[in-house]
């Protein structure tokens, strides 16, 4: 990160700074995950857009995605997260479960946001939300250009600060069967800011001929690990303590 952009934070010159921006800045002061959600809340509390209101169309398609997505930063603090993703025997993926337990940093958190984004052989305006336990879906965004979709999940209920909440939901891929699309080759998964525990697994109907494991700090680029074995269940999986923020997942090769 340069000078000139902290020197920019620090002067209240840079009013909303990237989300990947605030998150190196917490990485880089060791701050512990309540003091991270407080730190990102902090940023987040000028909430000038609302998701059922039209985005500014001056604004390009990444700032819009970073304005939806900002509406409950640091609202939340995530404890666990679980994250299940099926590859199917034609090589695509078809299906992401996620399973998240949250506890609310301030008084009415009542919906949370989840960004998808596809990549050369996913398509994210094909991606569906379907809700499994304790939540909803309350709208979408979609942005074609980015290839990015920004799904609206409301909770049960308002939740009052302190309090935790668990829900589930699955991304399908609801992809035409006869598209003319490429294999899949990876994914990468990952909270918002660091998270008591992650687990992130991919299994495989038929197994690929390499997996490597991949991570990719806020901000950064993709990291690659060290190659993986997938066991008896075809599956390849990370156990994570104190995990993020970043993203966690695996890149393969047919």
Same mark, same amino acid.
Request: some cysteine; proline content about 6%.
């Given at each position: 990160?340069?000078?000139r952009t902290i020197?920019?934070l620090?002067r209240?010159?840079?009013l909303?700074?990237?989300?990947?921006?605030?998150?190196q800045?917490?990485?880089a002061?060791?701050?512990?995950p309540?003091?991270?959600t407080?730190?990102?809340?902090?940023?987040?509390t000028?909430r000038?857009?609302?998701?059922?209101?039209?985005?500014?169309?001056?604004?390009?398609?990444?700032?819009?995605?970073?304005?939806?997505?900002?509406?409950?930063?640091?609202t939340?603090r995530v404890?666990?997260?679980?994250?299940?993703t099926?590859v199917?025997?034609?090589?695509?993926?078809?299906r992401?479960?996620c399973?998240?337990?949250?506890?609310?940093?301030?008084?009415?958190?009542? !919906?949370?946001?989840? %960004?998808?984004?596809?990549d &050369?052989t996913?398509? $994210? /305006?094909?991606? *569906?939300?379907?809700?499994?336990? @304790?939540?909803?879906?309350?709208?979408?965004?979609?942005?074609?250009?980015?290839?990015?979709v920004v799904?609206?999940?409301?909770l049960?209920?308002?939740?009052?600060?302190?309090?935790m909440?668990a829900?589930a939901?699955?991304i399908i891929?609801?992809?035409?069967p006869?598209?003319?699309l490429g294999?899949?080759?990876?994914?990468?998964?990952?909270?918002?800011?660091?998270? !008591?525990?992650?687990? %992130?697994?991919?299994?495989? &109907?038929v197994?690929p $001929? /390499?997996?490597t *494991?991949?991570?990719?700090?806020? @901000?950064?680029?993709?990291?690659?690990?060290?190659?993986?074995t997938?066991?008896?269940?075809?599956?390849?999986?990370?156990?994570?303590e104190d995990a993020?923020?970043g993203?966690?997942?695996?890149t393969w090769q047919w």
């Amino acid at each position: 990160m340069s000078v000139r952009t902290i020197r920019g934070l620090e002067r209240g010159e840079i009013l909303t700074p990237q989300i990947a921006t605030l998150q190196q800045i917490a990485v880089a002061l060791g701050l512990t995950p309540q003091e991270q959600t407080e730190f990102m809340h902090a940023w987040a509390t000028e909430r000038l857009i609302t998701f059922e209101e039209l985005l500014d169309p001056g604004l390009s398609e990444l700032e819009q995605i970073d304005a939806l997505t900002r509406l409950s930063l640091g609202t939340y603090r995530v404890i666990s997260q679980v994250w299940r993703t099926s590859v199917a025997a034609n090589r695509r993926i078809t299906r992401t479960g996620c399973q998240t337990s949250i506890a609310a940093v301030e008084d009415g958190l009542e !919906r949370v946001f989840s %960004v998808q984004g596809g990549d &050369e052989t996913t398509c $994210a /305006a094909d991606m *569906r939300f379907v809700p499994l336990l @304790g939540c909803t879906l309350l709208g979408r965004q979609d942005f074609p250009d980015s290839n990015v979709v920004v799904f609206e999940v409301g909770l049960p209920r308002r939740l009052a600060k302190g309090e935790m909440h668990a829900y589930a939901y699955q991304i399908i891929d609801e992809v035409a069967p006869d598209a003319d699309l490429g294999d899949s080759d990876g994914f990468v998964w990952g909270p918002p800011h660091t998270a !008591r525990s992650v687990v %992130v697994s991919v299994e495989f &109907e038929v197994p690929p $001929a /390499a997996i490597t *494991r991949v991570e990719c700090p806020p @901000g950064g680029q993709l990291v690659l690990g060290g190659a993986v074995t997938l066991d008896d269940d075809r599956r390849a999986s990370i156990v994570l303590e104190d995990a993020g923020p970043g993203a966690f997942g695996f890149t393969w090769q047919w």
